[in-house]
């Protein structure tokens, strides 16, 4: 599965996976990250998560400031 892409915005966004893996991916780039790592980015580009493995990814996602 996958997160609706998220628009542009100013703010920062920060994460940390408890299980499987995750691809990050912002713009036209993307970065993985796997059990008992974090990611930290600026969400000034269109940016969502996706899972592309069978296995559940479960993890941490922060929003600064929040938005929602």
Known sequence: GESSPL???EGEEFGYVL???IKIV????SYK???G???YFVSN?????VNE???????????SPPNF
């Not at 580009?45 to 998560?49: A, L």
């Open 7 to 9: 628009p542009p915005s």
């Open 19 to 21: 299980e499987g893996e």
């Open 26 to 29: 912002l713009g036209k780039k």
């Open 33 to 35: 990250c796997k059990k």
């Open 37 to 39: 790592q974090s990611f």
């Open 45 to 49: 580009k269109v940016h969502k998560i």
């Open 53 to 63: 493995k069978a296995k559940r990814a479960v993890f941490i996602w922060v929003s």
